[in-house]
């Protein structure tokens, strides 16, 4: 007997195991009468008859029920086939998700160095603000924030941050600064996480730390990643409490300026999470000795020095 054609098995099976032809058509993509015609190719090279046509409803006939049984099996391996090349192929390179933020202002720009340590090795950095699962190839690490990092597994504190007051030279202009507080005279951006995070310092806070009085209603402008704010603030747009770990490269390139260094703590830290099997990866336990390593070196840059103000 002639194999039959593979778009005929397709067809059939998916027929068989939605139950109709429209729900078959609609996961192959294709119509229904295009799936009714390969359904007959099927019957006409198998020499029986597969489905009843009972008006708009499709059944399958003794020797349907007795194909769709034996085909479904190889379907289900092939599929099987295709999730073991897939995580086959993730092998071959280590997956880090993180938050968007931490992607663009930290991790980012950190990853550098770990090509300059490792370069055979493969690191692909997806920004992710919702929890991936790490058991089904999504992440083989991620870096999260708080009690978020409590969904997975396996995790450990990175570090906890400290924000300071930051804003562009262009902004200070000719002002001169007398106070700390003569800070809260200037457009200030405000960051507001997502609620279930608990949300960084504000600028009320920061002004009861100076010692300085706060208006009611500091701005009208609110981010929800402290990128955002970070950006908005090099481009003359206002001070940030921008987080120690974030700025350091524009801190560095002179785009933003501390004018007082007076630091507030993040109210939770860090958090790197991992799949198990990632550590068995090429490099798996190298890369998570790294990011453990230079979060040891974020979390004393970013805490402030002795003697200043927190």
């Given amino acids: 007997m002639t194999m039959p054609p593979l778009h005929a098995l397709q067809a059939f099976e998916a027929v068989g195991r939605c139950g109709t032809m429209t729900t078959a058509a609609k996961e192959?993509?294709?119509?229904?009468?295009?799936?009714?015609?390969?359904?007959?190719?099927?019957?006409?090279?198998l020499g029986v008859t597969l489905l009843e046509r009972i008006g708009r409803r499709v059944e399958l006939t003794s020797w349907g029920v007795i194909f769709y049984k034996e085909i479904a099996k190889g379907f289900t391996q092939l599929s099987h086939s295709v999730d073991v090349l897939e995580r086959a192929r993730n092998q071959t390179g280590i997956v880090l998700t993180a938050l968007s933020s931490v992607v663009n202002k930290w991790i980012g720009r950190k990853?550098?160095?770990?090509?300059?340590?490792?370069?055979?090795?493969?690191?692909?950095?997806?920004?992710?603000?919702?929890?991936?699962?790490?058991?089904?190839?999504?992440?083989?690490?991620?870096?999260?924030?708080?009690?978020?990092?409590e969904v997975h597994t396996h995790f450990a504190a990175l570090y906890t941050d400290w924000v300071v007051p930051a804003c562009s030279p262009r902004l200070l202009g000719m002002h001169k600064l007398n106070a700390p507080g003569d800070i809260l005279t200037f457009p200030l951006l405000n960051i507001e996480w997502e609620p279930h995070y608990r949300r960084p310092p504000q600028w009320s806070e920061w002004a009861e730390l100076v010692g300085a009085a706060c208006k009611d209603k500091l701005s009208g402008l609110f981010f929800a990643l402290s990128s955002s704010a970070i950006d908005a603030a090099v481009n003359g747009h206002g001070f940030v409490l921008g987080q120690m770990s974030m700025i350091e490269d524009e801190l560095n390139a002179g785009t933003l300026v501390v004018p007082y260094d007076i630091r507030l703590p993040l109210p939770e830290s860090y958090y790197l999470a991992w799949d198990r099997a990632a550590l068995e990866k090429?490099?798996?336990?190298?890369?998570?000795?790294?990011?453990?390593?230079?979060?040891?070196?974020q979390s004393a840059l970013s805490a402030p020095k002795s003697g200043s103000i927190t």
Wanted: proline residues 5%; hydrophobic residues 35%.
């Fill in 111 to 149: 990853i550098f160095e770990w090509q300059a340590l490792y370069p055979d090795a493969n690191v692909r950095i997806i920004g992710k603000d919702d929890e991936p699962k790490m058991a089904n190839g999504q992440s083989d690490f991620r870096i999260t924030y708080g009690k978020r990092a």
């Fill in 28 to 45: 192959l993509g294709v119509t229904p009468s295009a799936v009714s015609q390969q359904v007959r190719k099927l019957e006409d090279c």
């Fill in 282 to 297: 090429p490099y798996g336990r190298e890369f998570h000795t790294w990011v453990m390593s230079i979060a040891r070196k």
